[in-house]
């Protein structure tokens, strides 16, 4: 039958995440239905054979793709390439998207679903922050050196020239920090003006970097 109506669609529990999945594969390709509850989302991680659209049908979404965190909500539509690292995440309330795969594979949607590696097996401790407004990250540095925080990672994306403030917080605080961007800005023609204030730079190894970052900071501070 080549009628399907997404709300009579048939749900099961999601292998991914906790949330709920409705799937239907065609000859070429696979759709489903997602929806999460809040603050709910699966790990990060990446499709090595398989690329994906995602379309916002209700609610709202974190979305990291590559080196961006946007909101997105109803009617925003995302593009995610093979092998990018990517996640989502309902926010301010339960979220449901519609998303396309290719190849088909074997119809089920998690099937090329691989983790990116993440700092669990370091035994170490995370204090996950962001905030698009440069003062709020200011304090959040000023912050951690008052809390005795061991260290810091930061991705300052647009913030990576023409903010020497944040620059010189980096510089103040008294624990090391290292700069992570998931792609490779110099690729691009972009210079970093916080990497002088940082301990060491990581580009271009998608979300590994991070892992990358903290290993380097266990090194550094053991």
Known sequence: MPFFNINEMKTKRDKTAPGMAASIAGEFMKVGVMTYEDEIGPPPH????????????EG????VLDDEVKNIGPGDLVHVPRNVAHT????NGPARFFT?????????????YNLAPNADELKVTVDIYHSNIEGEVINKFYQAHEDEYDAAIINPAGYSS???????????VDYPTIEVHISNPAARGNVSQIAPSCKGVITGFGLF???VAIKAIKNIIA
């Open 60 to 63: 709202k979404l974190r979305m």
């Open 162 to 172: 023409g903010h020497p403030t944040l620059a010189a917080a980096i510089t103040q």
């Open 209 to 211: 970097g991070y892992y």
């Open 88 to 91: 989502v995440r309902a926010v």
């Open 46 to 57: 990446f499709h090595p054979n398989e690329e994906q659209f995602i379309l916002v049908l």
């Open 100 to 112: 396309a795969k290719h190849p088909v594979g074997n119809g089920e949607l998690s099937q090329d």
